[in-house]
């Protein structure tokens, strides 16, 4: 928060107050016959749930530089999930009861006739408005349920998702190679769910993949959430090995640290651990993988993404080494990189990215695929093609912001590559 932060939060406190006070109001036009009683108590939990939000988030702004950062997005997960689950249904609520309110005050105002009444099938009356008002609610209750079953089941709901690329560069001897990409993992944000880590590693390690690559964020903020899962983790396994890159997160650019040097240390702590791990860490590098007589490049950067995410990866750096005819794969987290410096500018086969999560929410039937993400990236999931070059981009293992995913369930990507 910028600027005056008690002034944002008295801002921010007001706007839930008239969500809450609006959506009492349209509660209201439904007219069901509660007990007294009821209806105090129903009241006393309505105007609860504000209280406990701006509670909330008085606490995670006052207390945030005394929480352990590992468990940082524990807090803010429960809390956003619990405010998401209430206040998206209450917006549309609202939306229906303004709907309302706009017509009526049109019909005053221009018409001066009396409120048309509508008949339900029992032959009871209602007026129009308490129609609008009950189709709101019952609407609202959509988005509410679809919130809960991301939050308690979605986010779980573990995939693989399948693809062929061909490409007419590639090498005979790499006809069929299977390539297990992992992105976004999140770990913190599995803290409380080691055994969900466990699950992925077995579905991963299932697939029989040639090679494993990690295209960043594995964790939320610092190194320290990779401690509870060192042996887990190390359980991932291919014949050629298991690659990683950093992603935007790895950095710690998210935590307040005393000085640059704890800083850091931190990164290096989680390079180190990595390696520990089995991960073969490429900073701004290159590997060669060789079968039979023939190799393909892997080349990995760190993160480079637009603004106000991080530019560390230097690609003419990690290309040095490379022979320009070989056939490259580049693990690069941002998929903006791919039409910044890569589409046109290099020879670069195909490349692979994670970043954008799909936004954990979205909408998939066969043969279209859609995010709200999509405002936001030109390339978020899937296979992208221009000209021979091409981009993959996964939507990654983990959540964050969010605890939860609806429509975009985790993927692990499984790309089988052939030869044209």
Do not use: C
């Amino acid at each position: 928060m910028r600027g005056n932060p008690i002034i944002t939060l008295l801002i921010f406190s007001l706007i839930i107050l008239l969500i809450d006070y609006y959506t009492f109001k349209g509660l209201k036009k439904i007219e069901i016959n509660f007990s007294f009683k009821t209806k105090k108590i129903l009241n006393t939990l309505f105007w609860s749930i504000p209280i406990i939000v701006i509670s909330a988030i008085l606490f995670l702004f006052f207390f945030r530089e005394s929480t352990d950062p590992a468990y940082a997005m524990v807090y803010v997960h429960s809390f956003s999930g619990f405010f998401l689950a209430t206040y998206i249904p209450k917006l549309v609520f609202i939306l229906f009861n303004i709907i309302d309110d706009i017509w009526h005050s049109a019909k005053l105002a221009v018409f001066q006739i009396k409120k048309k009444k509508i008949i339900e099938s029992d032959g009871k009356k209602i007026t129009r408005n308490q129609f609008i008002t009950r189709a709101g609610a019952i609407t609202a209750g959509l988005p509410f349920l679809s919130i809960i079953y991301g939050i308690a089941w979605g986010k779980f709901n573990f995939i693989v998702r399948k693809s062929n690329i061909s490409l007419k560069t590639l090498p005979k001897s790499f006809d069929g190679f299977k390539i297990a990409q992992i992105s976004d993992f999140h770990i913190g944000s599995f803290l409380t769910h080691k055994e969900k880590v466990k699950e992925v590693v077995d579905l991963v390690n299932q697939q029989n993949a040639d090679i494993i690559l990690f295209t960043g964020d594995l964790v939320n903020n610092v190194s320290e959430e990779l401690d509870g899962f060192i042996k887990i983790l190390s359980q991932l396994k291919a014949p050629h090995g298991v690659y990683s890159i950093l992603g935007n997160h790895d950095y710690g650019e998210y935590v307040s640290w005393k000085s640059q040097e704890e800083k850091d240390a931190n990164l290096q702590r989680l390079i180190d651990l990595q390696k520990q791990i089995g991960f073969n860490v490429m900073l701004n590098s290159s590997e060669s993988i060789k079968i039979d007589n023939e190799s393909i490049s892997l080349i990995g950067v760190e993160n480079w993404g637009l603004p106000p995410f991080p530019r560390y990866g230097n690609l003419k750096a990690a290309l040095s080494n490379v022979n320009k005819e070989s056939f490259k794969i580049l693990m690069s987290h941002d998929p903006t990189h791919w039409d910044a410096q890569v589409v046109g500018q290099t020879n670069i086969d195909l490349t692979l990215s994670g970043h954008t999560h799909g936004a954990q929410f979205g909408i998939e039937i066969p043969g279209w695929r859609w995010s709200p993400v999509d405002l936001r990236y030109k390339q978020w999931g899937g296979i992208y093609k221009t000209g021979k070059q091409v981009l993959n981009v996964n939507t990654g293992i983990g959540f964050i912001g969010f605890p939860g995913r609806v429509g975009m369930p985790p993927e692990a990507g499984l790309i089988t590559l052939r030869r044209s």
